[in-house]
């Protein structure tokens, strides 16, 4: 299997990983992911793309949900907005929380990249985490 690396970009001076991930299945869309990211939190599509605020866990799985797309679609903060109906800005809050999180958290880190490697297909234990 094809080994996921993190490299370095700067944003704002600070440097920041990015997941590098190996090229995907055309088939996939960021809509296809948010639907299936909806599926595995067994909540609505609507939860992630609507307007609504909603409770904290909700707005953290939909942060997640953002991060996701982000990562596997490798597409722009715009990109991504467009794909949940939100502005770049509030993709790119949404991204730099859940970094944060994966940072302080292993454990959460851990669940994120096992949703990552779920969504792309990619089962196999032996893949390593990125540093992110």
């Not at 080994?3 to 299945?25: F, G, M």
């Not at 088939?27 to 992630?48: E, G, Q």
């Not at 502005?87 to 990249?113: N, Q, S």
């Amino acid at each position: 299997m094809s080994d996921i690396s993190a490299s370095y970009i700067q944003y704002n001076t600070l440097h920041l990983p990015v997941l590098s991930v190996p090229e995907i299945k055309p088939k996939i869309t960021a809509h296809s992911l948010i639907r299936r990211i909806a599926n595995h939190y067994d909540i609505p599509i609507s939860s992630l793309i609507g307007p609504s605020r909603g409770d904290n866990a909700m707005v953290l799985k939909r942060h997640i949900a953002y991060f996701v797309v982000y990562k596997i679609m490798r597409n722009g903060y715009n990109q991504t907005g467009r794909a949940f109906s939100k502005d770049h800005t509030t993709i790119v809050y949404g991204i730099d929380r859940i970094e944060r999180l994966c940072k302080r958290d292993p454990a959460f880190k851990a669940g994120v990249w096992e949703l990552i490697k779920k969504l792309r297909g990619n089962e196999d234990a032996r893949d390593s985490m990125p540093v992110l």
